[in-house]
């Protein structure tokens, strides 16, 4: 039997998570199929065929299922289930909302945010904050899993030649109306696959000053993070949030500037590669997990930095 | 409306907790216990919909230890109005958690059920749309902010990339998200009011629910510690660093 995974998108393009959690389904069954969800979403299928190692890409299209409403969603990915041992998707706030419903239809117990596979059935995953790392078995029938994207790497986009193949919609349920969206938008690189990160904190002490940390990742080419109280400050807006119950980052440089380093905040980018923190209080928690560290005061530090950076 | 706040009591968010010296758990001895931050989100966000004439009680609910009282005592002193609690030493997996919450939500015909988006200590981030999927109910996770509305509730969303709002039939299921509101703190004479209210106990195996474990614990370690680095003098120490040393910018 084969492996099936969520795919993750917008109907226009697939998201590059998928590919994460394809890697992951890989390493559990060569077989992998990746189930596209969606209302025309004809490039998404074209790019989800391309990614080398899929057998099969399943397509399920219908109106109701264009803003991936979880209780649309669920009882199709639920309905196929039986033919697969695992089901995967990416711990997103669209896999969070959609694959613990699909899970609980299927009377199966969902492992949420595995980072390693030990073998089958047995997984990784932290608690307490990052804190702790279990060990988890699981004894279900089929396995529904849902993987932190940073903790695979992706497969490649391209070199494979899925076939696709359509399934029919379940009828609609209609429990509830999409009304609206409101995206941020923003030239940076996206936060969860940035290769560089720039985040502040409640040091920046207000929106206008995050100004000059937006001029430092324009330099660096780097995404924009933040702390909890810069998000609950209003400095930034919530999607930028790192951490424990926000985003969960692993780049290659973590620059953290005004952060404090709260273990909230610690659990969304302790896996990052570097970590480079700038704050004037020597003693602050975040230089515990610093490779370098800068004592000064951060507007100071962040012009100069942009400007050597020119 | 009657409101059903499922709340759970985790360590607080302030201890750094620990695996136990053999690794077959945590360490939880003598550790200070709180309600779930967004469990406290919940209460407060269903105190305040009660507060505004659209719904006439709110129950709070917790599976949970003996012990969970206290948690249930203290939302009752933000404004519950009665708890039920769920006796059970045995720690449950969520699809457990949700099919206990289902049975009172059964019993108690509930229209709108909040809970928090996840605990603090199990991180899963499931319990809200189990319940949800088990009671055939739409689904709000992640919820930024909530308007009662005739017959649905009306509620944004924060999701990767920004915000959604959906608009949810009754009976419905929403999970707080940290934006959703500031708990209030509760005043002396609450808490005392608190006491007299009504709680009642009843023993897991009464509600003969199935709750068998779905997963085995197999073991609990202590992640990789990153070991604190160098502190650099300067600015120009610090570009020479990550130029030349650490190679990650160019
Ligand atoms: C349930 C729950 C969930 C949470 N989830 C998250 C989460 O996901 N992510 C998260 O980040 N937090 C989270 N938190 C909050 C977390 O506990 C901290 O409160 C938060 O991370 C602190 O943010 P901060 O470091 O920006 O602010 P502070 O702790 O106030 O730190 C500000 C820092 O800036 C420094 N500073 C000030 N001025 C300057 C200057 N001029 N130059 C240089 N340095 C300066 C100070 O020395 C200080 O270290 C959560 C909390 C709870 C209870
Ligand atoms: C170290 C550790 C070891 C564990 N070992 C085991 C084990 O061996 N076997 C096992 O079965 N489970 C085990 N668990 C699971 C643990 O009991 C989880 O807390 C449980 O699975 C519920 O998940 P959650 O609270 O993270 O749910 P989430 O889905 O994150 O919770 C979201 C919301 O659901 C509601 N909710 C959740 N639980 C309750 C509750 N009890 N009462 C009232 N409302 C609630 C609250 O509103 C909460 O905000 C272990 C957990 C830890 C941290």
Known sequence: ?310 | MKILVPVKRVVDYNVKVRPSSDGSNVDLTNVKMSINPFCEIAVEEAVRIKEAGNADEIIVLSIGPSKAQEQLRSSMALGADRAVLIETEEALEPLAVAKCIKAIVDKEQVDLIILGKQSIDGDNNQTGQMLAALCGYAQATFASELAVGEGSVRVTREIDGGLETLELKLPAVVTTDLRLNEPRYAALPNIMKAKKKPLEIIALAELGVDTAARTQLLSVAAPEERKAGVKVASVDELLDKLKNEAKVIS
């Open chain 1, 1 to 310: 039997m084969s492996v099936l995974v969520i795919a993750e998108h917008d109907n226009a393009q697939l998201k590059a998570v998928t590919l994460n959690a394809c890697a992951a389904a890989k390493a559990i069954n060569d077989d992998v199929h990746l189930l596209v969800i969606g209302t025309n979403c004809g490039p998404v299928v074209e790019a989800a065929s391309k990614i080398a190692g899929i057998q099969k890409v399943l397509l399920a299209e219908a109106s109701y299922y264009e803003h991936q409403l979880a209780e649309e969603l669920a009882p199709l990915i639920a309905s196929l289930a039986d033919q697969y041992t695992h089901v995967l998707a990416a711990a997103t706030s669209n896999g969070k909302n959609v694959l613990p419903r699909a899970a609980a239809l299927h009377d199966c117990q969902l492992i949420s945010e595995i980072i390693k596979i030990v073998d089958e059935q047995t997984f990784c995953r932290p608690i307490y904050a990052g804190n702790v790392i279990a060990t988890v078995k699981s004894l279900d029938s089929v396995k529904f899993l849902s993987i932190r994207p940073t903790a695979f790497d992706a497969l490649a986009a391209d070199g494979g030649s899925a076939v696709v193949e359509s399934i029919g919609a379940l009828d609609a349920l209609s429990l509830s109306v999409f009304d609206s969206q409101t995206l941020a938008k923003s030239d940076r690189p996206d936060l969860s696959a940035a290769d560089i990160v720039v985040s502040g904190g409640r040091g920046l002490q207000s929106s206008e000053n995050f100004e000059l940390l937006y001029t430092l990742a324009d330099k660096l080419q780097a995404a924009v993070g933040a702390s909890r109280a810069a998000v609950d400050a209003g400095f930034v807006a919530n999607d930028l949030q790192v951490g424990q119950t926000g985003k969960v980052v692993a780049p290659e440089l973590y620059i953290a500037i005004g952060i404090s380093g709260a273990i909230q905040h610690l659990a969304g980018m302790k896996e990052s590669k570097v970590i480079v923190a700038i704050n004037k209080d020597e003693d602050a928690p975040i230089f515990q997990v610093s490779d370098y560290g800068l004592v000064a005061d951060l507007f100071d530090v962040l012009p100069e930095l942009s400007e050597k950076l020119s």
